[in-house]
């Protein structure tokens, strides 16, 4: 059984582009989050999608935005790339039924923008 | 909305040692708890977790008491090994304004190293 797969691993952009990120949950999970990872900081949550509608949003701007498709996985898209937008990019997958419902994480894309 | 404030680091120990890292939050309505493990290179990985008071979650000879009264959820391992070096993310889910969305708010991260 496949966990949740990300790509690509890692990618390059200059400032100004834009870039999109994959991910395709683990089997049977239908939501799916996004979060960046700065070096040294702990995760931030960027947004989360269920239902191919994003149901939850954390403090990032509208340069930010995703898609879930009818098969659940999912794309980040990131456009103007700022300098500060270099991180780690993780993927998480869960199930919709709760709270204390367990997030799996992906191995994340490393994204640098020069 | 949450906020998760873990032991600052880096923890430095040597084989067989006794580990603790502390975590303590802030939150409203009814958090879940979480210990996820980074290791170098690789994303994170869910270690333990608990789901009501006095819960205690346990994984690979770590183990971590989910305490409401001091809204804690220290992680603990009685001998830990060189394998163990990492980094420990404590983590919290809750019910915001009624809603519950499975929103993951993360700690700083604590880094281990043990030596042989």
């Known amino acids: 059984d496949a966990g949740v797969t990300q790509s690509p691993t890692h990618l390059i952009k200059t400032r100004g582009q834009q870039v999109t990120l994959r991910c395709s949950p683990k089997s049977g999970h239908d939501t799916v989050s996004w979060y960046q990872q700065a070096l040294g900081q702990g995760p931030q949550f960027i947004f989360q999608?269920?239902?191919?509608?994003?149901?939850q949003r954390g403090n990032f701007p509208d340069r930010f935005s995703g898609h879930q498709f009818p098969n659940y996985s999912s794309e980040l898209n990131v456009n103007a790339l700022l300098l500060g937008d270099s991180a780690l990019y993780l993927c998480?997958?869960?199930?919709?039924?709760?709270?204390?419902?367990?997030?799996?994480f992906g191995p994340g894309t490393r994204l640098l923008v020069l | 909305g949450n906020s998760v404030t873990q032991m600052e680091g880096p923890v430095t120990l040597s084989e067989e040692a006794f580990l603790t890292i502390n975590c303590t939050y802030t939150?409203?309505?009814?958090?879940?708890p979480f210990w996820y493990v980074q290791y170098p290179g690789e994303g994170l990985q869910l270690l333990l977790k608990?789901?009501?008071?006095?819960d205690k979650g346990s994984n690979k000879g770590f183990e971590a008491t989910y305490r409401k009264e001091t809204t804690s959820f220290h992680l603990e391992k009685g001998s830990v090994q060189v394998s163990d070096s990492a980094v420990y993310f404590c983590?919290?889910?809750?019910?915001?304004?009624?809603?519950?969305?499975?929103?993951?708010?993360f700690g700083q991260g604590t880094i281990l190293t043990v030596h042989p």
């Open positions: 608990a789901t009501k008071a006095d």
């Open positions: 939150a409203t309505g009814y958090p879940s």
């Open positions: 999608y269920y239902e191919e509608e994003e149901r």
């Open positions: 983590a919290l889910t809750g019910v915001i304004g009624g809603t519950s969305y499975g929103k993951l708010t």
């Open positions: 998480a997958s869960s199930l919709a039924t709760g709270v204390g419902e367990t997030q799996y």
